[in-house]
T-cell receptor
Framework: DTGVSQNPRHKITKRGQNVTFRCDPI?????LYWYRQTLGQGPEFLTY????????KSRLLSDRFSAERPKGSFSTLEIQRTEQGDSAMYLC??????????FGNGTRLTVT | GNSVTQMEGPVTLSEEAFLTINCTYT??????LFWYVQYPGEGLQLLLK?????DKGSNKGFEATYRKETTSFHLEKGSVQVSDSAVYFC??????????FGAGTTVTVRA
């Protein structure tokens, strides 16, 4: 068990650019989640995969956001035409079925 | 909808002091309740959990009891250490798979 791995750890980008984050869940965890955390707040749910199927997307996830989990293993979260309001910590978590979530260390995005 | 309200911080304590962080929730159905901890520079880690009313979760000297009648899940530790300095998040999961988190409480323990 190597834990949930997220890359990159930090990303600084200019407004209007596209960014992509990667999450490698714990192997054999069929559930994968993306959350967003802003300063002074708890994590907010963005989206959820069971294997390769994306089963729910939060209304927080605008059309500029897209997430994929091809083959039910790693996942990517892409933000197009970034805005300053997208600056946050993006957290990935995984779990086997209904067990507690295991979180990665997150990717901190700064949009200038 | 589901929501979690936890005590605002920051909380500053001396070593060996008693710590309580209040957490109340609103949920449909019968949620599972969790405390997660985030140490400086690290990711969220599960601290303890309780899945039904009157269950007590415990770990690393921390305890929390699931109180359905008061919809609460307060976190307590009898004697804190400097290494307990962290941000603590109360969370619930209702009949689906999503976790709903509180805003977090920053705890600083001074030697």
């Amino acid at each position: 068990d190597t834990g949930v791995s997220q890359n990159p750890r930090h990303k600084i980008t200019k407004r209007g650019q596209n960014v992509t984050f990667r999450c490698d869940p714990i192997s054999e965890h069929n559930r994968l989640y993306w959350y967003r955390q802003t300063l002074g707040q708890g994590p907010e749910f963005l989206t959820y995969f069971q294997n390769e199927a994306q089963l729910e997307k939060s209304r927080l996830l605008s059309d500029r956001f897209s997430a994929e989990r091809p083959k039910g293993s790693f996942s990517t979260l892409e933000i197009q035409r970034t805005e300053q309001g997208d600056s946050a910590m993006y957290l990935c978590a995984s779990s086997p079925d209904n067990s507690p979530l295991h979180f990665g260390n997150g990717t901190r995005l700064t949009v200038t | 909808g589901n929501s979690v309200t936890q005590m605002e911080g920051p909380v500053t304590l001396s070593e060996e002091a008693f710590l309580t962080i209040n957490c109340t929730y609103t949920a449909t159905g019968y949620p599972s309740l969790f405390w997660y901890v985030q140490y400086p520079g690290e990711g969220l880690q599960l601290l303890l959990k309780a899945t039904k009313a009157d269950d007590k979760g415990s770990n690393k000297g921390f305890e929390a009891t699931y109180r359905k009648e008061t919809t609460s899940f307060h976190l307590e530790k009898g004697s804190v250490q400097v290494s307990d300095s962290a941000v603590y998040f109360c969370a619930l999961r209702s009949n689906d798979y999503k976790l709903s988190f509180g805003a977090g409480t920053t705890v600083t323990v001074r030697a």
